[in-house]
């Protein structure tokens, strides 16, 4: 089975894909952790991703669709695509690759939430190298700036930067909302009330998938 998680930066995609890749086991590929994986090694790839990233733009089709294939290519389960793709241009270059590894999309999950929401979810997020994502006001770690799991000092994302949320919010409205007409003509199109407590959104998107004709 391969889902799709579609929304806004903030709407709580990754937080979502965590869960039920962890309680189904399900691969969680979430290009936006494998770009900063990249930057934290370093890499090449690291190297020509980090301004784009910090500036709230979009990396290119081009190189997104290259790591994703390297992905696909070892995929053993079932699979989450987090936050990929981000246009249409890459969600053609998906059903070619999914199609060559003998795969579809089975359920694109749209999580649906407003903007002002979003704005104030990315405003309080914090961020630990260990990949533990906190809210300070709905999900505040135990003591202040500090990682409940590992002990590292939280920071926040330089493109969780009020200047940077205007624009990822921007070219999430130019770029990747066309892709809710794309996938709601293929049939494969479901919502997600976003805008709930995290384990009621879970259950919808267990109910949902169970209930999906896959
Ligand atoms: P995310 O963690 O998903 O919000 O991604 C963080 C940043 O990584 C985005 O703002 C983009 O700069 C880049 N990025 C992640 N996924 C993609 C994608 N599918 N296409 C283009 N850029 C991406």
Redesign the pocket.
Known sequence: MNLIFLGY?GSGK?TQAKLLAERKNFAHI????L?REEIAKGSELGKTVKG??SS????SDQI?LKVIESKIGSLKNDAIFD????TVE?AEGLEILLEKYSRKVDAVLFFEVDEKEVIKRLSARRSCSCGKVYNTITNPPLKEGICDSCGAELFTRE?DKPEVISK?IDVYKDLTSPLISYYRTQGLFHIINASRPGEEVYSEIEKTISQAKI
């Open positions: 930066p990754g979430s290009t936006g952790d770009f784009i990233i709230g733009k979009l990396v997104v936050g990929f793709p981000r890459q493109d990822r």
